[in-house]
């Protein structure tokens, strides 16, 4: 049985990888990257503990009401939580969806520290975008990433880098409100969680 530390998850979104999706952002992160749009999600502590299975059903749940085309994971640091989320990764491609995944490490930081899960992980992603965010080098042209240091790998052909995009005029943000009155922003340029 594999687990999660979820920090927040949205059913349906439009700015957070191609087409709509659910986005899952985990708790917990190791990289400290100056400028960081989810500070709160840093710290390794207890948030919203479930097993993997029960964020599969959530994510099939909101695919069929909102009829998504896949699902983002973002974090906090999803490697650091690559078993749970390879759980949930496998679960929703087995029903269609596509997957995305955000890191800050590279590819070949994660090859090298071989972090439980991660090649499970990997092989369940169609997109992964890599790197560290660096603050004094943003990107002002590609969709999803914030500094011209990350890059795309497209590790299946469902995509291709015509999702980047190119000379955007804007950023897309979306602003949530919750129950308890509280505002919740995600997307471009920063999530304010």
Known sequence: M????????????????PGKRAALWVQGCDKRCVGCCNPDYLKIVEREILRAEVMVDRLLEAQAEW?????????????????????VAEGVSRAGLSVMTFTGYTMEELEELSLPGTRELLAWTDVLVDGPYQALNPDRRRNWVGSTNQRFHYLTKRYDPSIEGADLPSREVEWRIRDDGRFVVNGWPCAIK
């Open 2 to 17: 594999s687990w999660l530390n979820l920090a927040s998850w949205i059913p349906c979104t439009e700015v957070e990888g």
């Open 67 to 87: 009829g998504l085309e896949g699902v983002t994971f973002l974090g906090g640091e999803p490697f650091l939580q690559a078993q749970g989320l390879a759980v």
